[in-house]
């Protein structure tokens, strides 16, 4: 066998934290408002992630619906993404208006 070459060149960085994943929460503005917006901390490489959203330390509840909130992602981007409550058994093509105060947690997966 003859001698090993050289080593090459570095690769790309990969992305940034555990797989690339953003997460935090989200407060509901005053005036109860049919849709809520999350911008990243910074943006992910592309809009191709799935994004699950749970009512976070809230005891007012989260929209004005009788058996709870289907979420619905509305858009996304690489920098965020805009969602909405939908009542899973009145109307689940309607969006229902937020709770001022309800705290929203997300995590947003980017798919692999």
């Known amino acids: ?3 090993a ?3 090459g060149v570095d690769g790309a960085a990969g992305p940034s934290g555990l797989l690339g994943v953003r997460s935090g929460t989200v407060t509901i503005d005053a005036g109860g408002p049919l849709f809520a ?3 990243f901390s910074g943006p992910l490489p592309d809009a191709n992630y799935s994004v699950s ?3 976070n330390g809230t005891s007012t509840g989260t929209a004005v619906v009788t ?3 289907m979420w619905h992602i509305n858009s996304q981007t690489s920098a965020g ?3 909405s409550c939908r009542d899973a058994t009145a109307a689940p093509t309607t ?3 937020l709770l001022a ?3 929203i947690a997300y995590i947003a997966v980017p798919h692999m």
Request: hydrophobic residues 55%; glycine residues 16%.
């Open 1 to 3: 066998a003859g001698l």
């Open 5 to 7: 070459g050289a080593d």
């Open 37 to 39: 917006t999350v911008t």
């Open 53 to 55: 959203l749970i009512t």
């Open 67 to 69: 058996f709870g909130c």
């Open 81 to 83: 993404f805009v969602f």
């Open 95 to 97: 969006p229902y208006a």
């Open 101 to 103: 105060g309800a705290i």
